[in-house]
């Protein structure tokens, strides 16, 4: 489907990769792909690579344990002024303490301080700072993270 300006016609981009860290530079190729034709502005569209390639890595190294055999599905989404990345994937699901700590991952730990920083979570918490929203479920053993961005539309 194609982006028509001006119009409230959604893209909708689907794509399946291995689940393994060589699949990022095809990830951000097809992310570029999708949003050059939306004009989103240049800060919305660096925070929305960060937060897929984040949840990209976490999803191989913590979920499926690099086995690149499964596979991660991604699927790029734009309608009404609103990105949405999704990744679905077989794998283990996020703890859910680490999901209910939201007040925690939205502020980055002091630069000057390590001792401040997280042992487990700083990809989540680079998700949470980088987009207006994560949705995450569990749904018939399929796994499936959404990050939302709002953005202001073409320019």
């Known amino acids: 489907m194609s982006y028509h300006p001006g119009t409230s016609q959604a893209q909708l981009i689907r794509i399946s990769l291995p689940a393994s860290l060589s699949s990022l530079h095809i990830l951000h190729e097809k992310l570029v792909q999708f949003m050059q034709p939306l004009q989103i502005d240049s800060s919305s569209s660096y925070a929305m690579e960060l937060a897929l390639n984040e949840a990209f890595i976490n999803i191989v190294k913590h979920g499926v344990n690099y086995d690149a055999t499964q596979n991660i599905i991604v699927?790029?989404?734009?309608?009404?002024?609103?990105?949405?990345?999704?990744l679905q994937d077989k794998g283990k699901s996020i703890p859910a303490e680490l999901l209910q700590n939201k007040s925690g991952l939205s502020h980055f730990p002091e630069v000057s301080t390590p001792d401040s920083w997280p042992?487990?979570?700083?990809?989540?918490?680079?998700?949470?700072?980088?987009?207006?929203?994560?949705?995450?479920?569990?749904?018939?053993?399929?796994?499936?993270?959404?990050?939302?961005?709002?953005?202001?539309?073409?320019?």
């Open 75 to 86: 699927e790029m989404r734009y309608g009404n002024n609103q990105l949405v990345l999704n």
């Open 119 to 155: 042992e487990n979570g700083m990809g989540l918490m680079m998700m949470f700072n980088a987009v207006d929203e994560i949705d995450y479920e569990i749904k018939d053993g399929i796994n499936s993270l959404s990050l939302i961005k709002k953005t202001e539309g073409p320019t």
